[in-house]
């Protein structure tokens, strides 16, 4: 527990409202739980603009009032603003030419004091809470609120966000079926998820794809391709095939050996230090037309996965965080994230919710197909 953890007494007056990361649908509804929330209670709520770096710009932090957050529950992105560069503990900076990161951490902790704020909300995924985590142990009081579309993150049994994503995968999928069988083809789905196989491994289930690969489990690509060949033989004449934008998948190339593919075709790191991935799908389609003979389509979803009109489950899941947000700034209870248990809202300590990522339990694969083969 940091410093500011301890503090209890008279109410909070003034808090800082900040999203960071990438945006996911249901951010909106957090943010107008905890202003409403916080306006309910006589507080004044600052919205800062994309990511904390936001703290360190005047025309990047406003009071919030009821009218910003009026008609937004049903939309996506964050109305804050978000970015996954600006680690304040490594800032990218570009003087005379030269790119560089610098330390402006101390700045943002003067800052938050010296505009009066007493409490920082901050709703992001895995790189966004770290950095919380760190601004905590610095004296910010802090509460975390867990997003991603990825659901990754530990101490949390779902994100908001990961269910709209599901359904625009599965909305996607179901169209790119009538094609696929329409000209007797195999289309290859690239998923987003980072290092886990959630987005996946559940769509996957969602539209009964042919394979799933994802990075927790490795694949052996002509395994993949005998599959194929087996059902295209017994009467199905098309093919999905789901794969993880981090899939761990291996290949025999013509001399036998075996051979692993390249999640990252940029090789770019973000400023959380995550490696951008992508381009694993296509990679997976060409060996798939090579192996099997079977004309075979790439689609990369892409930010699609991470756009539109949240689904009911996330804006009442990011509405009921944001309300347990708020509560926690009542009590003064800082350096909490609030996450979902079951079905009821909790609060567990920040620094453990961001110590691991969470993976997909291989469950999942089983019930996603290989116990119906
Ligand atoms: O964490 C969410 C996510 O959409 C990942 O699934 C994906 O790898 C990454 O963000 C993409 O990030 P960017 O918006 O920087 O391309």
Redesign the pocket.
């Given at each position: 527990m940091n410093e500011a953890a301890g503090q209890k007494g008279s109410d909070v007056k003034r808090i800082g409202l900040v999203t960071g990361?990438?945006d996911c649908p249901g951010l909106n509804a957090v943010i107008r739980a905890i202003v409403l929330g916080a306006l309910n209670r006589g507080w004044e709520v600052f919205g800062i603009e994309r990511g904390f770096e936001g703290l360190l710009y005047h025309d990047r932090v406003y009071p919030m009032n009821r009218h910003h957050v009026k008609g937004i529950i049903h939309t996506g992105g964050t109305i804050l603003g978000t970015t996954?560069r600006g680690n304040p503990f490594s800032l990218r900076v570009v003087e005379d030419g030269v790119s560089r990161q610098v330390d402006v951490s101390h700045r943002v902790v003067e800052e938050f004091h010296r505009l009066g704020l007493e409490a920082l909300v901050v709703i992001g995924?895995d790189g966004t809470l770290r950095i919380a985590s760190s601004l905590a142990a610095m004296g910010i009081p802090i509460i975390g609120v867990p997003k991603?579309?990825?659901n990754d993150l530990s101490s949390t049994d779902f994100t908001f966000g990961f269910d709209t994503c599901l359904n625009t995968v599965m909305d996607a999928v179901d169209k790119l079926r009538t094609t696929a069988e329409s000209h007797r083809r195999i289309i290859v789905v690239e998923c987003?998820?980072?290092h886990a196989g959630w987005i996946t491994a559940f769509s996957g289930m969602a539209v009964a794809a042919d394979a799933i690969m994802v990075p927790e489990k490795e694949t052996l690509i002509d395994d993949v391709c005998e599959l194929l060949k087996a059902r295209r033989t017994s009467g199905k004449k098309y093919g999905i095939v789901m794969v993880s934008?981090g899939a761990t998948i291996k290949f025999r190339d013509e001399s036998g050996n075996i051979k692993t593919l390249d999640v990252s075709q940029s090789g770019r790191k973000?400023d959380f230090g995550h490696i951008?991935?992508g381009g694993i799908g296509k990679q997976v389609a060409e060996l798939i037309k090579y192996k099997t003979g079977i004309e075979t389509r790439e689609v990369v979803l892409g930010?699609l996965q991470?756009g539109g009109s949240p689904s009911a489950y996330d804006r009442v899941l990011g509405t009921r965080l944001g309300v347990h947000a708020g509560r926690l700034a009542l009590k003064k209870d800082f350096g909490k994230m609030v996450a979902l248990r079951g079905m009821n809202i909790v609060a567990v300590p920040l620094a453990e919710a961001v110590g691991q990522m969470r993976t997909l339990p291989l469950e999942f694969l089983d019930e996603a197909g290989e116990f119906l083969r």
């Open positions: 990361g990438g996954n995924g991603t579309i990825d987003m998820g980072r934008e973000d951008q991935l930010h991470r």
